[in-house]
């Protein structure tokens, strides 16, 4: 399995910021992903970030609000721009590992004030 | 589209009693399904996946699920609940040509001692 380290692992943060959500990854890896998962709601995927690309968004993502950098193959960074308490979220990066297998990280714990 | 529903929002079990946990899902093409464990101000923990071959698949802490093709289900199981046991499982599936997962809403299980 791979072993994925973020940064931070809470903050509380001033509305109108931004915060910049570090994702390391212990192995090279293709594919990296960052979810939000909303106060006591499920996972819903933000962007597929692969490394010498743009970043994917999905529907209802932007790149304006949430920036990814995905420099190299075992570290990428997503930031959450001017933020409200709407973003209040964990927000978990993810990695394609072998044999199909999604893992996750432990999660980026915001909370916007 | 692919989709995955989890009907129930709680389970409650007592302690040493079978626990399942119920999954059905929606792909157009082969589905890659998971179980995830979310344990209280944790990360999301991979536990089992189903890929292809048998449809009884084993994975972490004893759990293990059965996919049944005609049913589209991929129900958890469990022969023995443990307390330590009690937290948010996802179930999440991905089309076999894309690497993005979608997630169940999650059910809150609790096994009392």
């Known amino acids: 399995s791979a072993v994925i380290s973020q940064k931070p692992s809470r903050d509380i943060c001033q509305r109108g910021t931004s915060l910049t959500i570090q994702c390391q990854v212990d192995?090279?890896?293709?594919?990296m992903f960052w979810y939000r998962q909303q106060p006591g709601q499920s996972l819903t995927l933000i962007a597929t970030?692969?490394?010498?690309?743009?970043?994917?968004?999905e529907s209802g993502f932007v790149i304006d609000k949430f920036p990814i950098s995905r420099p190299n193959l075992t570290f990428s960074t997503l930031t959450v721009s001017n933020m409200s308490p709407e973003d209040s979220s964990i927000y978990l990066c993810?990695?394609?590992?072998?044999?199909?297998?999604?893992?996750f990280g432990e999660g980026s714990w915001l909370t916007v004030v | 589209a692919q989709s995955v529903a989890q009907p129930e929002d709680q389970v409650n079990v007592a302690e040493g009693n079978p626990l399942t946990v119920k999954c059905t899902y929606s792909?157009?093409?082969?589905?890659?399904l998971f179980w995830y464990v979310q344990y209280p101000n944790r990360g999301l923990q991979f536990l089992l996946k189903y890929i292809t071959g048998d449809n009884l698949v084993k994975g972490s802490y004893g759990f293990e699920a059965e996919f049944n093709k005609s049913q589209t289900s991929f129900h958890l199981k469990k022969p023995s609940a443990l307390v330590s046991d009690s937290a948010l499982y996802f179930c999440a599936v991905r089309d076999i040509a894309d690497y993005k997962l979608s997630f169940g809403a999650g059910t809150t299980v609790t096994v009392r001692a």
């Open positions: 792909v157009s093409g082969n589905p890659y």
């Open positions: 970030a692969n490394q010498g690309s743009e970043a994917t968004y």
């Open positions: 993810s990695v394609a590992g072998r044999g199909n297998t999604i893992y």
């Open positions: 192995s090279q890896v293709t594919m």
